[in-house]
């Protein structure tokens, strides 16, 4: 690591400021271009009807990169990995709707291999209703900061004794060769390392890789389709940590498993894999009874 890198450190200054508020209108058009970029089979997400779950970060995609640039040196931004995603759902988007966004940094630590950061997303209807929140957790890889401030993203961890269960469910799907290029058009997400095949290897990957967001569509789906009879509004929580990449052409394969019920609503906990490759772990979803 250079000297340059280690005199940088992120800005404690920065937590607990709100960016401006930004707005989007939601149409049916953009609804089915998502459903339609992410395999979605629910009918009500295909016709437009309602937005799949993981539509919720396309409104705020934009708005969500202010604060952490208010933290993080923008010498350390090509580093930043997204780490970790978690939805908290009160009422599902409708075509018509018109969301306001403001998000912040609430906080940051150093680890060993890396430093975390947690942004806050707050969506709600003009009028003030509150829609979803999200934790946004993301990575700085090959940089350490020297202190821990503010407070990180609630935790959602797997109960390993769980896996001597059945599963819920079991669902399979398979990432198009396409499905990258499809996926930034309908979510607004440039990064070269989903479209260019020189860039993503000179970033060290095998080649192109699908978005998390692209994957974690995926898994929200399968578990609507299985468990929650593919109502969105049913949908409470939905929270996962990234592992690895997942390639286009390859197969995923999301097991769940019922871990509880609590206030109305009954806890799965899952994991997606490829092969025996876990790609996206700690996953939780809340389906309301």
């Excluded at 400021?17 to 149409?27: A, D, G």
């Excluded at 997400?45 to 708005?63: D, L, Q, S, T």
């Excluded at 479209?195 to 080649?207: K, S």
Aim: overall charge negative; hydrophobic content about 40%.
């Amino acid at each position: 690591m250079s000297t340059q890198t280690e005199a940088l450190r992120f800005d404690a200054d920065g937590l607990e400021k709100w960016s401006e508020e930004s707005r989007y209108e939601v149409t049916r058009e953009a609804i089915v271009k998502y459903a339609e970029a992410t395999n979605d089979p629910i009918p009500a997400h295909r016709a437009g009807e309602v937005a799949p779950p993981v539509f919720a970060i396309v409104p705020v995609f934009e708005n969500m990169t202010g604060p952490v640039l208010e933290v993080v040196p923008l010498e350390l931004f090509g580093l930043v990995l997204h780490g970790e995603q978690d939805f908290r759902f009160h009422r599902p988007i409708y075509p018509g709707d018109v969301l306001v966004t403001r998000s912040k940094m609430i906080g940051f630590d150093g680890l060993e291999n890396g430093s975390r950061g947690v942004t806050l997303i707050e969506t709600r209807l003009e009028g003030g209703e509150l829609v979803n929140e999200q934790y946004v957790t993301f990575f700085v890889r090959k940089f350490t900061n020297p202190e821990q401030k503010g407070v990180l993203s609630p935790e959602h961890k797997f109960p390993d004794a769980l896996r001597a269960s059945d599963p819920a469910a079991k669902v399979s799907a398979h990432v198009d060769q396409d499905q990258t290029y499809r996926y930034s058009e309908a979510s607004g997400d440039p990064m070269p390392i989903h479209l260019d095949e020189e860039v993503a290897r000179d970033a060290g990957l095998p080649g192109i890789i699908a978005h998390g967001l692209c994957t974690l569509a995926f898994t929200s789906w399968a578990a609507l389709a299985s468990l929650a009879d593919g109502k969105t509004e049913r949908l409470k929580r939905l929270a996962v940590r990234f592992a690895k990449p997942v390639l286009p052409g390859q197969d995923i394969e999301t097991t769940l498993w019922r871990s509880g019920s609590a206030d109305g609503a009954t806890s799965y906990v899952y994991e997606t894999k490829v092969g025996d490759d876990v790609v996206i772990k700690d996953g939780l979803v809340e389906i309301a009874d």
